[in-house]
């Protein structure tokens, strides 16, 4: 009788135990994030480049203006933050000051090399003199998810005659394939 007793004695003493310890669960609880304050729309810097350059035996000077510009459309992050898009000016003026071409961008003269994403939530980030090859200027330009590392880019060309020709650029090394660009785009703004 007395082992009967302390046998139920140590059951029971088991199951107080037993039941004494907290159950594990794989459940993983993470502190909610914090959404972060949304600011006035962003703009990128006004920047302004000035280049001199020989092209068919006479000295030309290029200048390229990068302006934001509160009429353009707006665009949106993720976190639904407003971003500033971005008028761009090519000047092209020979060495007796005169101009030989001028044209100002936006996004929309892009709009063929670009896929929905960058049409509704890139903006005209930059364009930068390059190189000159043959009767051509040209140009690299992109267009961004505004703050990131993420882009297309693009090659911009200016002929001896002033057409355009917009492309994008599959080389990385702004036109090294040496093919004609595939569009002419004239239907920007003439300042």
Same mark, same amino acid.
């Given at each position: 009788?007395? +082992?009967?007793? =302390?046998?139920?004695? *140590?059951?029971?003493? /088991?199951?107080?135990?037993?039941?004494?310890?907290?159950?594990?669960?794989?459940?993983?609880?993470?502190?909610?994030?914090?959404?972060?304050?949304?600011? *006035?729309?962003?703009?990128?810097?006004?920047?302004?480049?000035? $280049?001199?350059?020989?092209? #068919? %035996?006479?000295?030309? &000077?290029?200048? =390229? +203006? +990068?302006?934001?510009?509160?009429? #353009?459309?707006?665009?949106? %992050?993720?976190?639904? &933050?407003?971003?500033?898009?971005?008028?761009?000016?090519?000047?092209?003026?020979?060495?007796?000051?005169?101009?030989?071409?001028? +044209?100002?961008? $936006?996004? *929309?003269?892009? !709009?063929?090399?670009? !896929?929905?994403?960058?049409?509704?939530?890139?903006? #005209?980030?930059? #364009?930068?003199?390059?190189?000159?090859?043959? @009767?051509?200027?040209?140009? @690299?330009?992109?267009?961004?998810?505004?703050?990131? !590392?993420?882009?297309?880019? /693009?090659?911009?060309?200016?002929?001896?005659?002033?057409?355009?020709?917009?492309?994008?650029? $599959?080389?990385?090394?702004?036109?090294?394939?040496?093919?004609?660009?595939?569009?002419?785009?004239?239907?920007?703004?003439?300042?």
């Amino acid at each position: 009788m007395k +082992r009967i007793q =302390i046998l139920w004695l *140590a059951i029971a003493a /088991m199951l107080v135990i037993g039941c004494g310890e907290k159950k594990k669960s794989d459940d993983i609880i993470a502190p909610k994030a914090e959404q972060p304050k949304l600011q *006035a729309p962003i703009k990128m810097q006004v920047y302004s480049q000035t $280049t001199d350059v020989k092209w #068919l %035996d006479k000295n030309y &000077q290029v200048e =390229i +203006r +990068r302006v934001p510009d509160d009429s #353009l459309k707006m665009v949106k %992050d993720e976190t639904g &933050q407003k971003f500033v898009d971005n008028r761009i000016y090519l000047i092209i003026m020979r060495a007796d000051g005169s101009v030989f071409f001028k +044209r100002v961008f $936006t996004k *929309a003269a892009f !709009d063929a090399c670009l !896929d929905n994403d960058y049409r509704q939530t890139g903006i #005209l980030e930059g #364009l930068v003199f390059d190189k000159v090859e043959g @009767a051509n200027l040209f140009f @690299a330009a992109s267009v961004c998810h505004p703050q990131t !590392d993420e882009y297309i880019p /693009m090659v911009v060309s200016v002929s001896s005659q002033g057409e355009v020709g917009i492309r994008r650029d $599959t080389d990385l090394d702004t036109y090294g394939d040496g093919s004609a660009p595939s569009e002419n785009t004239n239907d920007e703004d003439e300042i």
